[in-house]
């Protein structure tokens, strides 16, 4: 059965940094595109970043462009999302997600309907 875990968040200040993890099981994914999304609470689930199967593209939510950046370890299986200069907007609870890579995802990676499996979460909290 397929699984995603992510790992990585907490507690921390405005202007600290964080790295969330994402550890894929129960199949490659080496040909899935990857993506973060996250929810704020009362909030829809929103796009945070993405990045293709061969690390060639990478996208990202104008809010997070430039202090975030996303990377991916097809060995592992894995994928992590590097968050600096978090700010209060930034907490919520972060999900990650995969999804068998096709021409669509080029112009919907940022919506919830090209991946196929989600992790249960991790709670990322940033405090003034």
């Known amino acids: 059965q397929v699984q995603l875990v992510e790992s990585g968040g907490g507690l921390v200040q405005t202007g600290e940094s964080l790295r969330l993890s994402c550890a894929a099981s129960?199949?490659?994914?080496?040909?899935?595109?990857l993506g973060w999304f996250r929810q704020a609470p009362g909030t829809e689930r929103q796009f945070v970043a993405a990045?293709?199967?061969?690390?060639?593209?990478?996208y990202y939510s104008p809010s997070v462009k430039g202090r975030f950046t996303i990377s991916r370890d097809n060995a592992r299986n894995t994928v992590h999302l590097q968050m600096n200069s978090l700010i209060l907007a930034d907490t919520a609870v972060y999900y990650c997600?995969?999804?068998?890579?096709?021409?669509?995802?080029?112009?919907?990676?940022?919506?919830?309907?090209?991946?196929?499996?989600w992790g249960r979460g991790t709670q990322v909290t940033v405090s003034s």
């Open positions: 990045i293709t199967w061969n690390t060639a593209n990478k």
């Open positions: 997600a995969a999804g068998l890579q096709t021409p669509d995802f080029y112009t919907h990676y940022h919506e919830r309907g090209p991946y196929d499996y």
């Open positions: 129960g199949g490659s994914f080496s040909k899935h595109a």
